[in-house]
């Protein structure tokens, strides 16, 4: 099992729209994956995320932001921190573009996401 590192931050947003098109002019980028349920900016190989707010899990754990880190193989690093102690927080989904996402709670009731991204290399 092999981590890549820390590769991408979701925040979620009252409003997409706008949300993407501030972060275009803060970062001097335009977005790589532009969606209306998520859109991605690539920065320096690094992920800026912006989701919808209405699409924020409900609860503990989910404060506006989750960091997401990135693995080669997302059902396999999914099933191995379950084994460990994870519990399901977010089931893994295809997300387009051949990115797949996936989150657990750590024993200690933090949210660990994971990616597996195609447009990010090792």
Known sequence: MM?????????YVSDIDRAKAWYSSV???????????????????????????????????????????GVE??????????????????ELQDVGGGIKVAAVKDPFGNVFGIIENPNFGT
């Open 3 to 11: 981590f890549l590192g820390l590769r991408t931050v979701v925040y």
């Open 27 to 69: 970062l001097d980028v335009a977005p790589y994956f532009d969606e209306p349920f998520y859109v991605g900016f690539n920065v320096a190989g690094f992920e800026l995320g912006l989701h919808p707010d209405e699409g924020r899990p409900k609860g503990e754990g989910h404060q506006g932001h989750v960091a997401y880190w």
């Open 73 to 90: 193989d997302a059902q396999a690093t999914l099933k191995r921190l379950l084994e460990l102690g994870a519990t399901a927080h977010d």
